[in-house]
């Protein structure tokens, strides 16, 4: 019992948070940071795509983020940090591999780049159409930004049409730099909205079962419904904004979560990583890079952070 707890296994119904944090022996971050923040601070975006393949940011199928990608720095080999959105994004927020995700001490502990950022001054957002329940059941992963939850009962494609319409206004609205996270979700569900005009199909590898072939295609079809999002989104946004988008998981073709969840394959772990900043020169990062990386990233190059 005593092993199950420490690994966050609780048969209590009520986690007593306060006293998680008190008896633990993690130190997050090990020593504390020094921060400068720049003069002009960009505003930043994640764009956290669900079954985002990194294989499938082609001409055909993306052809505006093939292209943006170009205009960015772009990595080549990069991979999530889970194969669902709870652990890769607890791998990008908190900058930790996910072997610490079990940890009890983070249902009261915040990412340190949330902490950062609002003590520059950031106003954090979430977009998404995730349930408030499952936003809470991630502890503080989220401390300090105000969600905006996307409920349509038409699918994930018109939760993301909503969430990217939300963002939109929030983001006109402020007179401070911003930190947002746009979650879109269309792609893990195959899911396109009614009446949607995608492109043709083409052969699908000869690997797949005739059931995958027919997965396949459609997931195009939904990967052709981001793209056209993307293109209306990101030329329309501030100048000085730095804009980041990648996969939280890749792809497999089954319709048993369980299975997509256990894969960790390449088709399901590697996945887009793109960085678009006027300050940031265009090219590729061949080496292998996760979604670890990408807090201190920004705490470096961004906030101006070093311990």
Not at 136 to 143: C, I, L, R, T
Not at 230 to 259: A, C, K, R, W, Y
Not at 261 to 285: A, C, F
């Amino acid at each position: 019992r005593s092993c199950m707890e420490n690994h966050g296994v609780e048969s209590q119904a009520i986690i007593n948070k306060t006293a998680a944090h008190k008896t633990s022996n993690l130190n997050y971050p090990i020593v504390p940071l020094e921060c400068k923040a720049e003069k002009a601070q960009p505003n930043i975006l994640v764009l956290a795509i669900d079954g985002l393949r990194a294989d499938m940011v082609d001409n055909v199928t993306m052809p505006f983020l093939n292209r943006y990608s170009d205009e960015s720095l772009k990595f080549t080999q990069h991979h999530s940090g889970g194969t669902q959105f709870s652990s890769s994004m607890f791998t990008l927020m908190y900058g930790l591999q996910g072997n610490y995700s079990d940890k009890k001490d983070f249902d009261v502990i915040a990412p340190v780049i949330n902490q950062e950022l609002t003590r520059q001054g950031y106003q954090l957002g979430l977009f998404t159409g995730r349930t408030a329940t499952e936003i809470a059941s991630m502890g503080a992963m989220f401390d300090g930004f105000t969600p905006t939850i996307s409920e349509s009962l038409d699918g994930t494609a018109t939760n993301d049409i909503q969430s990217i319409a939300a963002f939109n206004q929030w983001q006109e609205t402020q007179t401070t730099p911003w930190f947002s996270i746009l979650n879109l979700s269309a792609p893990q569900d195959y899911d396109t909205p009614v009446g949607f005009l995608g492109i043709e199909t083409i052969k699908a590898p000869k690997t797949l079962k005739p059931a995958q072939k027919v997965l396949f295609n459609q997931y195009r079809q939904s990967l052709k419904f981001i793209d056209n999002q993307l293109s209306e989104l990101l030329p329309n946004l501030p100048e000085n904004t730095m804009v980041l988008i990648t996969g939280t998981h890749g792809q497999v073709f089954t319709s048993d979560i369980e299975d997509a969840r256990r894969d960790l394959s390449p088709s399901n772990v590697k996945v887009p990583l793109i960085i678009h900043w006027s300050k940031m020169q265009n090219g590729e990062i061949n080496y292998r890079t996760s979604h670890y990386g990408i807090a201190p990233t920004i705490l470096s190059k961004v906030l101006g952070c070093t311990t």
